[in-house]
Structures are given as structure tokens and as C-alpha cells.
């Protein structure tokens, strides 16, 4: 198992009052997953002048080397790039392989995470392939080059240090940056021509932190003028910096002529911009929850000239809905456009909304200055997923995990049920419950479903997108909550049998989380694909036929601990038909008796045992009440 790194957690809504609680640090489990590839960008500028394009099918191109073969042996000495039309990822958490429009036909990659399952934590990666020949940019006075890549960062720099995807240039082949450096400032190269220290590298990722999603794959585009722009020799150097990481891929490199005015719709586009109002960007809004929102989309210069007045334009159904106020983008400047006052209808569909960014300008490339997303608004459903399934969780269904997703409640609401996407392979009649849990700690109950078994026929399947089937577990009780008020909507599995769940949209950090021993402790992980776990607010929901466990013991019934998972003190609660014999066991996963006690003539009613599980090893236990012969058999996690 790959380690696991805490990150520092600042409050997710210092932007909306009624939602300034923080969570303790979490992070997500490295682990293996099932998902798709994504459909990777189309907004290509299809105007540019292009000069130079290289899609890897001739490995030829280019030359793979790495620090440690250049002297530099604090560096590990046998981690390479590969180039081919036969590769993929394949360590023990490995990605997708990269989704680009000729992967078929070769493209490049570092596998740092089969590197690092082989040999461990063994120092620091420092690898990087380059043109085997110059490319002549005489005439070409202002140089960009667009690249596809596919990346998922692991570590940043909570541990052992960042990693870095960087693109390198040089002038002659032999100046480069310095190998042992890898901020962009300390990238600028004198190459003794008379135009001392110039801009020679640019980084990929600057703004992404541990497990950030991204799409399959992702177009970059740099402005490479300061050390290309005119130069009769060119040489590109592609470096990967990092420790144990998943993978990079990088294919359809291209050097072209940089327009005069172009802006791009960029990285961050959003219905509820999460990042300014710490708004859960939530794909089906109970008609109960609508509310006001706030659009955004992050947008780039890529012309060489100041880009003036531009502003952000939104329609939602075709209509107008929002304007942001206007902004000046200067050359290789981004910055973040803004359109707010859109209130959602009480009308219960589907919500296009298409963007639209516009300035003064002529663009050299409309079509990536417009977009689409989509949101729904449902009777009764509250979900953050959007109803695709984008794999499955855990990757090892006989795992026991607690699934959280939380919500916020803009207007006052009750809760009837929690609904769950299912998958199919699950194994039939395995107990599983459902939760609402406290939205600032995560780890409180504040109701519970019954337990249930699970029923094979309200599963689903992958393919099964925008048709889910979903499986209700009604509360015991409603919960009341009121406008402003929190709470986590919890899919609970015990473990031993297989279940698993399906995962929907790529979500931003602690947004979502997963409750198991998915790193080095049983522990709250956060998860960047949401669990497809909603708030079911229909005063007449129906729970899932024939789910619930049917007490079969005539004189007692046993339920299930609480807290659960329990650290400390855990309650659990039975009832006697009549006075009896008692007798309580608790076994761990081996089979070892670790508690028992003999309670002796207990009295009818309802009865409670307060259990200490401080001095207990974390995991999964299982615990049995035996009343007048009779047994009845539960399972608890200890954190």
C-alpha cells in the first residue's frame, strides 16, 4: 500500500456563512480504480499556423534520458520515459492510458507508479525525453506550443516534495535549465547570444494539489517566444521530478505561430463556482434547495496582445442568465470571470447552460471561447452526481467503507431516506445500512436506516448512464433540518461479503469522503469522484422491497453499535422479550475471542452494554448476543 500524506484543510466556505465549519485533515487512498477514460478537450484553435508537429509514431524524434545517467546521482538511475504505440500504465494504482486522437499510433510516457511499486520509496525521479533534431523558428517571431497530455499528481509536497511535469527549451541543444531545479523561476537560461537570462521552462500543472481530476486529455498551450520566438535552433525537453507518482503521457506536440488576440475558456468552469463561493456544485437540486448561483470560468491570453473588455456571458435554456462585469487579460495573463444573480426556477428539468466569453477582439480561435454544462432541478432527489457513472468504489468490494457525501440546505427540508446507486456484482443478501451524519465532524450519527440485505434486483450496471437505479433505505425516524444547516448522507458496508457503488463527476478536494482502511490507518479519506450517494426528500419514499433484515429470534432483538466505527466508548442496544440468560462475545477477523461477558438473568425491556474499544486493534469485528440459546450476530468497525 502506497503511502498516505494529510493535507492542510482550511474551512471549504469562508465565502457562505451559513456553512463556516472545516473538517479534520483528510486524504484519499491511492487505490486502484475502474474508470473510464474521459473525453479529452476539442476546442483546438482549427486557424493557427502550425510548423512543426510531432504525434510520436517515429520514437526516432526524440531522445529519453534521465539525471543520474547525466552524473547527477542523487537521482535514482533507472526510471525512464517510454515511447511506443503498445504501452500503457500497469503499476499498482495505475491511471488510464491517454485518450489523445493518435494514441494508436505511439506516444510518450513515464510510469512512475510500476517504477515505484517495483523498487519502493527509492529517492527522487528525474527523467525527461528531447528533440533528437533543432527545429528552425527564424521565421517565426512569437512561438506557442500545444501539447496532449494525461497526468494525476500524488504528492504535493506534503511529504517528500512536489512533482513537476515540465516543458523544457533550448537554443542549441546543450543549454538547458539546470536538471537540479524545477520552479519556473529558477528556469531562465543565458545562452550567450546577447539576450541574457530568457524564459526557458514552463510548468504543466502549477495550480494542482494531491489527487486534483483531470480531463483525458488535456490540452496545453504555452507562449514560448522568450526562448523560441526567432531562433534558428530549437530543441524541446519534456522533464518528469517526482517520487513514487501515477503516470504522465504526453502525445501531438505542436509548434505554431502565436495570434495576436485569442482567449480560451481554461480549466475551471463552474454553475455554483465552488472556488469563490464554497457552494457544492450540485448536478440535481431538490426543487425544495433551489436557490441563487454564481457562474464562473477561468480564462488565458493566448495571444501575444492585451485581450480589453472581456466579460463572461451565460445563458441558461437558452435564454439570458447571468453577465460577469468586464476585465483586461494581458499577455500570458488568466484570471477568473464572474456572473452572478442567477436564481434557479422552481420548475422541475433539466437546466442547460451554455457560456460564452467575449472581448473586444477579434478572436483567432471562437470556438474555445464557448461551453456547455448542465444541471437538473428534481421533485425530491438532492444529489452532488450527475447520474454517470464514472466507475466504481472500492476497487476491492469486500472492503468495509462508509461512503459520505455532504450537503448543504438552503431552505428548511426533511429527510426521509438515503438513496444509493448499487452495482452490479454486489454480493445478494449482504447486511449494508444507510446514515445521516453530522456535517462537521463526520463521524457523529444523527439517524440511521434499518439494516438491511442486500436485494439483487436494484443494482445496476456501468453502461447504465442517466438510468440509474437507485436504492432507497428510509430512516427510522425523518430528520428535520433547517436553512443553513449541514448534513452527510452515509452508505455504510460492513465488509467480507462484495459491495460496491458507483462513482459519478470529477469533484474538488474534501468534497466529498470515504470512511476504511484505505491508507495507513482506518481513517476519513477524501475521494475527487463523488459517491453516487443522495438525500432522498420525498415524504412518501418507499424503501427498496424486501431489504430490510427481519428480526428472526423470538425472545430478543439485537441492533447495531453506535457510534460505528467507534474509537472509544460504543453503545449496543438489545430488547428482551422476557427476563433471560445473556451472554455478550466479541471476535476480530481471525476468529480470537477478545471480550466476553456473562450478564447473567437480565431483566425484559430494553437493555444497553457500553463497550470500551480503546485497547482493541483497528479493523472489523464482529459481536454476538446469546439470550436462552439463541444468537443474533452483528459486525462493528474500530478506528
Known amino acids: 500500500m502506497k503511502k498516505i500524506y494529510a493535507l492542510a484543510f482550511a474551512s471549504l466556505f469562508a465565502s457562505v456563512a451559513a456553512f463556516g465549519q ?4 483528510l486524504v484519499k487512498n491511492k487505490h486502484k480504480e475502474t474508470r473510464r477514460a474521459q473525453d479529452g478537450a476539442t476546442t483546438v484553435n482549427t486557424n493557427r499556423v502550425e510548423f512543426y508537429t510531432n504525434d510520436f509514431s517515429n520514437c526516432d524524434d526524440w531522445v529519453i534520458d534521465n539525471a543520474f545517467e547525466n552524473g547527477y546521482t542523487d537521482f535514482v538511475s533507472d526510471l525512464f520515459f517510454e515511447c511506443g504505440d503498445n504501452i500503457q500504465p500497469d503499476g499498482p494504482a495505475s491511471i488510464d492510458a491517454i485518450n489523445s486522437e493518435t494514441a494508436d499510433n505511439g506516444f510518450m510516457m513515464i510510469d512512475s507508479d510500476e517504477y515505484g511499486g ?3 520509496f527509492d529517492g527522487i525521479e528525474n527523467s525527461w525525453f528531447q528533440s533528437a533534431e533543432a527545429i528552425n523558428c527564424t521565421d517565426h517571431p512569437f512561438v506557442s506550443i500545444s501539447m496532449w497530455s494525461f497526468y494525476r499528481m500524488w504528492d504535493n509536497g506534503s511529504s517528500d516534495g512536489n512533482e513537476y511535469c515540465l516543458v523544457e527549451v533550448s537554443r542549441d541543444g546543450v543549454t538547458w535549465p539546470d536538471v537540479e531545479t524545477f520552479e519556473v523561476a529558477d528556469g531562465f537560461v543565458d545562452f550567450g547570444d546577447g539576450d541574457g537570462a530568457v524564459q526557458a521552462r514552463w510548468e504543466l500543472w502549477p495550480e ?3 489527487q486534483d481530476p483531470v480531463t483525458n486529455p488535456t490540452e496545453h498551450i504555452f507562449d514560448i517566444t522568450s526562448a523560441a520566438g526567432g531562433q534558428e535552433t530549437v530543441y524541446l525537453r519534456f522533464r518528469w521530478k517526482g517520487t513514487w507518482g501515477y503516470a504522465w503521457m504526453v502525445d501531438d506536440v505542436t509548434l505554431y505561430d502565436t495570434p495576436a488576440n485569442d482567449v480560451r475558456i481554461d480549466t475551471y468552469l463552474t454553475w455554483t463556482d465552488y472556488n469563490g463561493t464554497g457552494m457544492y456544485e450540485y448536478s440535481n437540486f431538490a426543487l425544495s434547495q433551489v436557490t441563487e448561483i454564481q457562474f464562473a470560468s477561468k480564462v488565458r491570453n493566448l495571444g501575444y496582445e492585451d485581450q480589453t473588455m472581456l466579460t463572461l456571458d451565460v445563458q441558461v435554456n437558452g435564454e439570458a442568465a447571468a453577465a460577469s462585469d468586464a476585465i483586461d487579460l494581458p499577455y500570458l495573463a488568466q484570471d477568473t470571470l464572474r456572473a452572478a444573480g442567477y436564481v434557479i426556477p ?17 478572436d483567432a480561435s471562437p470556438e474555445n471561447n464557448v461551453d456547455q454544462q448542465g444541471f437538473n432541478v428534481t421533485e425530491y432527489s438532492y444529489g452532488v452526481d450527475n447520474e454517470v457513472f464514472s466507475g466504481v468504489f472500492p476497487f476491492d468490494g469486500a472492503d468495509a467503507f462508509i461512503a459520505k457525501v455532504p450537503y448543504q440546505f438552503f431552505a428548511d427540508a426533511t429527510i426521509y431516506g438515503i438513496d444509493v446507486a448499487i452495482m452490479e456484482g454486489s454480493d445478494p443478501f449482504t447486511p449494508v445500512i444507510a446514515h445521516v451524519m453530522d456535517f462537521e465532524t463526520l463521524d457523529e450519527y444523527i439517524m ?3 439494516e438491511g440485505e442486500l436485494n439483487p434486483d436494484f443494482v445496476n450496471a456501468t453502461t447504465d448512464d442517466n438510468d440509474v437505479t437507485w436504492y432507497t433505505f428510509l430512516l427510522d425516524d425523518p430528520v428535520d433540518v433547517l436553512a443553513g444547516e449541514g448534513y452527510v448522507a452515509a452508505f455504510e458496508h460492513y465488509g467480507g461479503s462484495s459491495v460496491q457503488i458507483g ?11 470515504v ?6 490507518a482506518i481513517d476519513n479519506y477524501f475521494t475527487n469522484e463523488v459517491p453516487m450517494v443522495r438525500f432522498n426528500l420525498n415524504p412518501n419514499a418507499e424503501g427498496t422491497p424486501d431489504n430490510v433484515i427481519e428480526n428472526t429470534n423470538v425472545n430478543f432483538e439485537l441492533f447495531q453499535n453506535t457510534p460505528n466505527p467507534a474509537d472509544a466508548n460504543t453503545v449496543i442496544r438489545y430488547n428482551l422479550e422476557v427476563a433471560n440468560n445473556v451472554t455478550f462475545e466479541v471476535i476480530d477477523l481471525t476468529g480470537k475471542r477478545v471480550e466476553f461477558m456473562d450478564l447473567g438473568q437480565q431483566a425484559a425491556g430494553s437493555q444497553r452494554i457500553n463497550f470500551d474499544v480503546s485497547n482493541l486493534e483497528a479493523g472489523m469485528y464482529q459481536y454476538t448476543l446469546t439470550v436462552g440459546g439463541e444468537t443474533a450476530t452483528r459486525k462493528m468497525l474500530v478506528k
Do not use: L
Open 22 to 25: 472545516s473538517y479534520q485533515p
Open 118 to 120: 517495483e523498487e519502493g
Open 208 to 210: 494542482m494539489s494531491t
Open 346 to 362: 422552481a420548475t422541475v428539468g433539466e437546466y442547460v447552460v451554455d457560456y460564452t466569453v467575449a472581448q473586444e477582439q477579434d
Open 448 to 450: 440511521s436506516s434499518d
Open 503 to 513: 462513482e459519478s463527476k470529477d469533484i474538488a478536494d474534501q468534497t466529498a469522503f
Open 515 to 520: 470512511y476504511g482502511d484505505f491508507g495507513t
